[in-house]
């Protein structure tokens, strides 16, 4: 089944204890994503690569790094959490690196605590 | 920045009525706008998308219309049904935004029985 999978589904941290959300996609695609959602402010782009090894800044990249070694996997690293990252996380994927050709398929989401 | 603003924020509408939602983009070079409607709990999922060279689409009970030179967009839909209850998120991006895309802020649709 064409999918983009997320682990873990639920993660609750603390302050400052590095952790990683991992993102793969059995799709072959270009383009991958991450955004956050929180309560009225929809869903923020943090980090996109339009290919292995390319990976740029979205609106709220602070606090974040990723990496693009291979096509399928796109991991999101936290170094030092903080509250204020609390949130629902979406990793993303899309066929083509120009997202304005083709929509995106999301993962199931990773809700983070951080305390 | 570019910024996509999404109204109403909540909606309430009696079941086999319609419902409206608007967007407006402000980046004006913006040529492709999905929507994607996320259901509680779950992911968000495309539903409809128009592309600038249209100016509506229709898929069954839903559609979308743009206008580019007010650059607004709105998603309709007709004879809501209780698994029309979600949230809905409007986007958009452009050749000149890379590979930016911008979400509005969501509206969370509510069909009454």
């Known amino acids: 089944e064409a999918q983009v999978t997320q682990n873990p589904r639920y993660l609750i941290t603390v302050t400052g204890k590095k952790l990683t959300v991992t993102c793969s996609q059995n799709m072959n695609h270009e383009y991958m994503s991450w955004y956050r959602q929180d309560p009225g402010l929809g869903l923020r782009q943090i980090y996109y690569?339009?290919?292995?090894?390319?990976?740029d800044k979205g609106d709220v990249p602070e606090g974040y790094k990723v990496s693009r070694k291979e096509k399928r996997n796109f991991p999101l690293i936290l170094e030092s959490p903080s509250p204020n990252q609390t949130s629902l996380y979406f990793c993303?994927?899309?066929?083509?690196?120009?997202?304005?050709?083709?929509?995106?398929?999301f993962g199931n989401g990773t809700r983070l605590t951080v305390t | 920045g570019e910024n996509v603003e999404q109204h109403p924020s909540t909606l309430s509408v009696q079941e086999g009525d319609s419902a409206v939602i608007k967007c407006t983009y402000s980046?004006?070079?913006?040529?492709?706008f999905p929507w994607y409607k996320q259901e509680l709990g779950k992911r968000p999922q495309l539903i409809i998308d128009?592309?600038?060279?249209?100016g509506e689409k229709k898929d069954q009970r839903i559609a979308v219309t743009l206008n580019k030179t007010a650059k607004h967009f709105s998603l309709h839909i007709t004879e809501t049904q209780p698994e029309d209850s979600a949230v809905y998120f409007c986007a958009a991006t452009g050749y000149s935004s890379a590979s930016k895309i911008i979400f509005g802020s969501g509206t969370r649709l509510s069909i009454r029985p």
């Open positions: 980046d004006s070079a913006s040529n492709y």
């Open positions: 128009i592309r600038s060279n249209v």
């Open positions: 690569s339009m290919n292995v090894e390319v990976t």
């Open positions: 993303a994927s899309s066929p083509s690196p120009q997202v304005y050709n083709s929509p995106l398929h």
